[in-house]
Structures are given as C-alpha cells and as structure tokens.
C-alpha cells in the first residue's frame, strides 16, 4: 500500500488531494513554489518542501526539484493533479525509474493518448465514431489543405500534443486555411514543443459531453455517466454539469459503452474521460481521452456518491476497483461553475490580487472546492481557477436555482480583483441553458449580444 504521498501541483486540486489522503490516513508532501509558501495546501500538508520560484518551469514542472523533492520526504507515490505534469510521459517515465507510484495511466499509454492524432487512429480501430478528418498528423500545408477541401469548412486544426483547450485554430474559409495552419504549427512548437497537427471537420453547433472513466489494473473498467461541458470559451469550460440535459439514456449508454471499449483497447488505468461531441441528430462522435482527474469531477461525485481520487489511490496502489458497472448509481443533478479570477468584459483577462474578503457560499446540498482564503494572493502566474461552486438537487430545475443562490452569496472582493461569477450568473439565466438546449456557442452569443 501507499504510504506517503506527493503532490505535483497547486490550488484547489492539490488540497482536494490531500483532503483524500488525510482520510486514508496517507502521509501528504505538498511541493510549492515561493509565491504559493502561504497557500491552503502548505498548512494541511504533513510535509511541504520550496521547489522553486513562481514560474511554473522553475518549480510545478521543474521534474529534478520534484524528485529531490520526493527523495528528501520519503514519498512513494506522486499524484499530479490536473495540469502540469499530469498527462506527461516523461514525468511517468521518471516516476517510475525512480521507484516512485504514478498516480495515473502507465507512461505508455499517456505517451499514446497524448498524442491526439495517435489516439484518433487507436479509436477508430476499437469502432469508436470520429468526425471527417485525418487519423495522422499533417506535415505538409499542400495535403492538410487538400483534405480540408475534401471534407468541407469549416474545419478545425489541432495540435497532436495539445490540452486544455490550447492548440487549436477554426478556418472557415479555404483563403485563410495557410495562415491558421502555419500559426497553429508554430504555436504548437512553442508551446507543447511538438508542431505536428491534424484536421477535423468542426461541428457550429454541437455539445461537448464527456464520460467519466475508471480503470484498475485487473482489467476491470466501468463509466460513472456523462457530464455536458458545452459552456466554454475559447475552448476552456466554464459550466459542467451531469447528466447531460436532454440526451436520451439509450445514447449516452452507448457513448458510456464506447468509452469503456476504448479505454480497454488503449491499457488504460486510474481515472479519465472520454470526450465526445453530440450533434443536433443525436450522434457522437469522439475527440480524446483525458488521461487524469478533471477540473469538472466533483459532479460526478456528487450524483454517484464515488471518491474519483479515493479511486485513483487505490488502483495506483494495486487494489481493484471498489464498485462494478451494475452497482454504479446516479441521483439527481449536479451542477458545477468555475469562478475564475478574470474580468469577462476585458476578453476574460486575469484579474489578480490580494483577497481582501473571501467568503464562500453554503447551505444544503452546496459544495465549493476551493483553495481561496481572506488574506490570499491569487498571482498571475499560474491558471486563474479560484473556486468551483457545485450544487445537487433532485432535478435540473432546482440544481439551477441552487447553484444561482450560492453564486450570489459568494464574495470575493480585492484591489484589483475581478472573477466571473456576474457572467456565470447571465449564462446560468438564458434560456438556450434554462432550457437545456445551449451547445458550445452559447458564449459567444452571449458577448455577441453585448458587444452590439
């Protein structure tokens, strides 16, 4: 069994970790940099060590400091979180030649998930449905623009190695294809290091529903429901919730049964997603596999009463999995926001600063994971995520006006300052959402309307 866990990442997530290890009686060792030496999880940690400065290559992704990091605690597991290093190969790879337990898939199936395109094929092959575009990546403008042509614009372009909504570039028409092809390139390699790219036909007008995985090293692997994360901008999600409103239960079985099928053909093991796109027909098609815990999985947890990241210890140590398939139960409606510390009306720009007032909202059936306190600095170094705000109730209806009533409890007040609970409120309060009929374009018309 485990016994002493590192925790390769910050803010919410990392303390949402150690919370879990607390209760499984597991030694915790919270990694920081200096601008984070006073945040939540340094306090709770068992252990905290300084691994750098605030730049996240000098410490969250700084692998050597890590290690050393482990090697001074005694740590014999890592969990990475989300972010940072949590879907790298490498840092799998290092973990393991380290005799250190990486809380995730094994680093050969990060290394084949990872790359999108790699992953299109594998999933084509398991019988999983994709959209028009290209199972390998696109090397030469002259053939990802004939294979534009081919399947029609819009199309979108994608980088191999990208995440987290980065990467990414929609040509709508065929004049403005070798730009955005050569500036996805070129971001690409800044960014991931890595410039290949592939094409896929882009859907105006689809929901981005995803399916929670679990995985154990026994060949045993179940999917806990689905999660519509239509809300974004620019490709990031600001609304999740589960189940997804107005999706049959035979459709989203058979999304569940096609994520399971896929995560068998790829080896997979701990906690992932599946990510989908549905159409106006009903159809899905896949887009990726999300190798680690999501930003969005306390919905899950909400409606299925299942620790994800209680799982993901226990797989990491060995043991099977905790439920089967025909015990799995959903309850109710989950609904989760993302206050971020942004100013929507500057093109959602980081808004940070020092917490002068921080007071969550509570009440029943109200959780709020969050890393903030008053006297906190929220840097701009790093993601602005501050607090998720989660409700459930027994049906959609409610679980609406439960999450508006905590949202409007929430303050947060700072020089500076500024987070996206007004605009979660006006999204919350449309009627394509009230309705249950909102896809991913839904912000756009939202700062459409108010642009004009």
């Known amino acids: 069994m485990i016994e002493t866990v590192l925790i390769a990442n910050r803010g919410e997530i990392a303390l949402r970790v150690a919370r879990t290890c607390r209760e499984l009686n597991l030694r915790t060792v919270a990694v920081h940099s200096t601008a984070d030496r006073d945040s939540a999880v340094v306090r709770l940690a068992d252990r905290a060590v300084q691994i750098g400065p605030p730049a996240a290559r000098r410490s969250y992704l700084h692998v050597p400091a890590i290690m050393e990091a482990a090697a001074q605690t005694g740590a014999d597991a890592i969990h990475p979180g989300y972010g940072f290093l949590s879907e790298d190969a490498d840092f799998a790879e290092v973990c393991e030649a380290h005799g250190l337990t990486f809380i995730g898939p094994p680093a050969s199936v990060l290394r084949t998930l990872g790359d999108k395109a790699t992953a299109r094929k594998l999933m084509a ?101 689905e999660r519509d994360c239509s809300v974004q901008r620019r490709h990031q999600k600001l609304i999740e919730e589960t189940p997804a409103p107005g999706l049959s239960p035979e459709l989203t079985a058979r999304m569940g049964e096609a994520a399971v099928r896929g995560a068998l053909a790829a080896g997979f093991v701990g906690a992932g997603t599946f990510e989908f796109l549905v159409d106006p027909d ?13 930003v969005e999985h306390p919905v899950t947890e909400m409606v299925t009463g299942i620790d994800l990241v209680r799982e993901q210890l226990l797989v990491a140590a060995g043991r099977p999995l905790t439920t089967t398939q025909e015990r799995v139960e959903r309850r109710g409606v989950a609904i989760e926001c993302r206050v971020n510390a942004e100013d929507p009306s500057r093109g959602f720009a980081p808004a940070p600063g020092v917490l002068e007032e921080f007071v969550p909202p509570g009440g029943p059936f109200t959780r709020v994971d969050t890393h903030g306190f008053t006297g906190a600095r929220v840097t701009p170094d790093y993601d602005s995520l501050l607090a998720k705000v989660i409700a459930w109730a027994p049906d959609r209806d409610q679980a609406v006006a439960r999450v508006e009533r905590a949202l409007a409890e929430f303050r947060v007040r700072g020089a500076g300052v500024r987070t996206t609970i007004p605009f979660l409120a006006e999204i919350l309060g449309h009627p394509l959402f009230r309705d249950g009929k909102h896809t991913t374009s839904l912000v756009e018309q939202v700062l459409d309307i108010e642009r004009k």
């Open 125 to 225: 092959d398991a019988g999983l449905p994709l959209l028009p575009g290209s199972t390998e990546t696109l090397d030469s403008a002259a053939e990802a623009r004939a294979l534009a042509d081919e399947i029609g614009y819009p199309v979108i372009i994608k980088a191999a190695a990208g995440g987290g909504g980065r990467g990414m570039a929609v040509v709508r028409e065929p004049g403005a294809f070798l730009e955005h092809y050569q500036r996805t390139r070129a971001a690409a390699q800044a960014v991931f290091e890595d410039g290949r790219v592939y094409l896929e036909r882009y859907q105006e007008a689809a929901r981005h529903v995803e399916v929670q995985i679990l995985c154990d090293q026994h060949g045993n692997a179940i999917w806990l429901g």
């Open 282 to 294: 009903g159809q899905f098609t896949f887009m990726e596999v999300n190798c680690r815990i999501q």
